[in-house]
Nanobody
């Protein structure tokens, strides 16, 4: 069983920055894709960014240029550096891991990010 533990959420002012972390433990595959999703009240969960074992990153258009996803394979940890935050970024952010043979992957518990003055 893979467990994902997220941290780093909180309240931040517009144009501010936050760094989210997600550490994986358990039976972790050698190859995996980790990513961040977010869900605002009344809206569907949406993809924010993903990153492969080879550090190939993809971003949603809404965050491209402002957010940076990275990973430390030695620690099985993924990060999301969020800069120039906007009110529309307010949501619960979820960490996700997918690996070969897993139809659904694993999810973290979610961490709240609130952007407000």
């Amino acid at each position: 069983q893979v467990q994902l533990v997220e941290s780093g959420g909180g309240l931040v002012q517009p144009e501010g920055s936050l760094r989210l972390s997600c550490a994986a433990s358990g039976r972790v595959s050698r190859f995996y894709i980790m990513g961040w999703y977010r869900q605002a009240p009344g809206k569907e969960r949406e993809l924010v960014a993903t990153i492969s074992t080879g550090n190939v990153a993809n971003y949603a258009d809404s965050v491209k240029g402002r957010f940076t996803i990275s990973r430390d394979n030695a620690k099985d940890t993924v990060y999301l550096e969020m800069n120039n935050l906007k009110s529309d970024d307010t949501a619960v952010y979820y960490c996700n891991m997918r690996w070969p043979g897993s139809p659904s992957g694993a999810w973290g518990q979610g961490t709240q990010v609130t952007v407000s003055s």
